[in-house]
């Protein structure tokens, strides 16, 4: 399990600065550290009230979920292994953010998301780009930037209830890169045909908590991180990108240690600089 930082110590996203985070110093982030001062906001969203993807409020008699388990449609095992109840509130494995409640997310416990990392080597003139200091070929990537905070990404989302990991994959590349939902039937077709030579075999290089900025002492997310890596770039290195849906900016981006992305992203895109043995 990691420790986690953007979701500690600063002001709760999409609140006008209302809600801010109760101080957690890093020697009082684990649950098993008593911190007997601790006071957080308990802080749930209006605007995910009524949403079809969301919880209800845990005071509502008739919601009882199945924690740990598959409840119905809606997954709520961890992927980090088996997380606590407390007061019957389920309790972030990482341990305190300084806010309760769920913020923004939609689940209480774990929020499953999908990251596909979809890269190319660098080229020019159909010869590999090196880098100067560490002579090593440089790799491409997907990355969008969010509506939200305006940081770069990689395009994943939310898996919805019931859905096939795979398939929030391909989609999400496609709403958020390719701008799917705008397109006509028929050219929606085409792009998934042409996605999915690529998309048909992933390498998985991440599963398990996402230091998300919406992340609470309650609810927090967890992602499964699948590169899908176009070798000879004739795949989806040619296709068009076009930001789409949360996103409002797609391009491919060098790979670098010093890129600063949204959440802990840039640390599922080290473990392919080990695999790819490219510039990292
Ligand atoms: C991150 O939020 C995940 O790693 C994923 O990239 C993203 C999913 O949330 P939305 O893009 O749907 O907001 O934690
Ligand atoms: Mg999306
Ligand atoms: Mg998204």
């Not at 300084?98 to 999908?114: C, D, I």
């Not at 200091?133 to 509506?147: D, G, M, T, Y």
């Not at 999400?172 to 701008?179: G, I, N, P, S, V």
């Not at 040619?238 to 240690?257: F, I, N, S, T, Y």
Request: glycine share 8%; with cysteine.
């Amino acid at each position: 399990i990691m420790f986690h930082y953007k979701c500690r110590n600063n002001i709760y996203p999409k609140t006008d600065g209302k809600i801010v985070r109760f101080h957690v110093p890093d020697d009082k982030v684990s649950w098993n550290s008593p911190y007997p001062m601790y006071n957080p906001t308990f802080f749930t969203s209006t605007c995910i009230f009524g949403q079809p993807w969301a919880d209800l409020d845990l005071n509502v008699s008739d919601f009882q979920p199945n924690w740990n388990s598959i409840d119905g449609y809606v997954n709520r095992i961890s992927l980090t292994g088996m997380y606590e109840i407390k007061n019957g509130y389920p309790l972030n494995p990482c341990g305190r953010t300084g806010v309760t409640g769920r913020g923004v997310l939609g689940r209480w416990g774990p929020n499953h998301a999908a990251d596909p990392i979809v890269t190319r080597w660098k080229k020019s003139k159909n010869e590999h780009v090196f880098n100067e200091n560490s002579n090593k070929p440089i790799l491409q990537f997907v990355a969008i930037q969010r509506k939200d905070s305006g940081e770069w990404a990689l395009p994943g989302g939310m898996v919805d209830s019931g859905e096939v990991i795979s398939t929030t994959l391909k989609r999400e590349f496609m709403e958020e890169a390719m701008d799917l939902l705008q397109k006509s039937k028929e050219d929606a077709v085409k792009i998934e045909k042409e996605i999915e030579e690529i998309f048909n075999e992933g390498i998985e290089v991440f599963c398990g908590y996402v230091d998300d900025p919406r992340n609470t002492d309650n609810a927090w997310m967890e992602t499964v991180a699948t590169l899908f890596h176009d070798e000879k770039g004739n795949h989806v290195g040619m296709l068009k990108l076009h930001a789409g849906d949360d996103a409002v900016g797609v391009k491919w981006v060098d790979l670098d240690r010093n890129l600063k992305l949204y959440a802990n992203h840039i640390s599922f895109l080290e473990e392919i600089a080990t695999r790819l043995k490219c510039h990292w």
